[in-house]
């Protein structure tokens, strides 16, 4: 699971809590050997034990991880998670650090899993978006993919999407299109509109997919047979202020994509404890 990125946001996070040293254990704990459980103190659903036992490879002093529970399994309050053994002043020093982590993804995987069983049946991907923590992405993501949503594209470097200050920028739709179709790319070209007369010139100037922004479930649901009508294999994603109460109707519209930036930047965090043995 580990990656030099990976690695080096561990180290980072490690660093920022452990400093020069945990003080309270080097004056209590001693070269004792322990061993802790990991122990669920809520509901929900399993993201990011790679990542914890990758943070306790890179403390060391011979720390061995056992995990009970796969990842995307709806864990039960009570449940041990995993057990850890070795030094017990390098449990303590990774525990704050291990929980953080896992507590912050295990809430997206969570909050995704809640939207994808909203939709459950439709031909439809929940996926995220980039609002995610700076130095955070790469997790965050795969605790999306945990929760059995899909990515949207990572960064700007993988992904064209004319959002409406490029169209602005651009002169409009059709001049937006026309530019990105000019570079030399293999790219998908999306395009982010907020009415149908900017979907019909997106649709006729040959965009590949078409964020349908912020429209009403009723505008959408036109918006989606006008698209269809031109090109039926246009990819078509409905984006902003999607919530649990709403999803399923625009789903039921027809579109392939719902974006949901809430499954990553309004996620709360779950409630999981590490208790020594």
Request: proline share 1%; hydrophobic share 45%; no cysteine.
């Amino acid at each position: 699971m580990m990656n030099s990125s990976i690695r080096e946001f561990l180290k980072a996070s490690l660093s920022e809590d452990i400093g020069h040293g945990d003080v309270t254990s080097e004056l209590i704990v001693g070269a004792v050997m322990s061993g802790a459980d990991i122990i669920a103190k809520e509901n929900f659903v399993l993201a990011g034990m790679p990542f914890v036992k990758d943070l306790f490879d890179i403390l060391g002093g011979g720390t061995g991880i056992s995990i009970f529970i796969e990842e995307g399994v709806k864990v039960n309050k009570g449940d041990v998670i995993a057990s850890v053994t070795g030094s017990a002043k390098v449990l303590l020093a990774g525990e704050r650090t291990a929980l953080n982590i896992l507590q912050h993804l295990s809430g997206i995987a969570t909050a995704t899993a809640g939207f994808v069983e909203k939709v459950r049946g439709l031909p439809v991907k929940v996926v995220d978006t980039r609002k995610t923590v700076p130095g955070m992405r790469v997790l965050e993501k795969y605790a999306v993919t945990v929760g059995g949503g899909s990515n949207h594209r990572f960064g700007l470097f993988d992904g064209v999407l004319i959002k409406d200050n490029h169209i602005s920028i651009a002169g409009g739709v059709r001049e937006a299109i026309s530019l990105a179709k000019k570079a030399p790319h293999l790219l998908k070209i999306e395009i982010e509109v907020k009415d149908m007369d900017e979907l019909i010139q997106a649709v006729d100037a040959g965009a590949d997919v078409i964020m349908l922004d912020n429209m009403a479930v009723a505008e959408m649901k036109k918006a989606v047979a006008a698209a269809r009508s031109r090109n039926s294999r246009i990819v078509l994603e409905a984006s902003g202020n999607v919530n649990l109460d709403n999803i399923r109707d625009i789903a039921e519209t027809g579109v392939d994509l719902i974006s949901v930036g809430a499954i990553t930047h309004s996620a709360r965090a779950v409630d999981i404890s590490m208790k020594i043995s």
